[in-house]
């Protein structure tokens, strides 16, 4: 497993921008397809991007595409995701996981396939 931590959180208004970083323990970082996942209040977690362990391969919600960018730095062991052009509805706690699963182009979207978590971010987009 790896230990992740997310940083980069805050409330912004709409139609502004944020980028959220992950940063991970341990020296096998390239090793870990790298997911964003996002919860907001009574609604259950939902899949945002993914990267492959490679960062040659990258997957987006239908809701995100276009707006966010997910990418990778695997010498800093660090994953981001760059959110711009913000609604409203973006408002939710945001998640990084890291999957051991597949090989270096591969990549997954359902939080079954991440076996290690960030306690998460805060996003708030205020109209």
């Known amino acids: 497993q790896v230990h992740l931590v997310e940083s980069g959180g805050g409330l912004v208004q709409a139609g502004g921008s944020l980028r959220l970083s992950c940063a991970a323990s341990g020296r096998t970082f390239s090793t870990y397809a790298m997911g964003w996942f996002r919860q907001a209040p009574g609604k259950e977690r939902e899949f945002v991007a993914v990267i492959s362990k490679s960062g040659g391969i990258t997957s987006y919600a239908d809701s995100v595409k276009g707006r966010f960018t997910i990418s990778r730095d695997n010498a800093k062991n660090t994953v981001y995701l760059q959110m711009n052009s913000l609604k409203p509805e973006d408002t939710a706690a945001y998640y990084c996981?890291?999957?051991?699963?597949?090989?270096?182009?591969?990549?997954?979207?359902?939080?079954?396939?991440?076996?290690?978590w960030g306690q998460g971010t805060q996003v708030t987009v205020s109209s």
């Open positions: 996981a890291a999957s051991a699963l597949g090989n270096r182009d591969s990549y997954f979207i359902r939080t079954a396939d991440f076996g290690s």
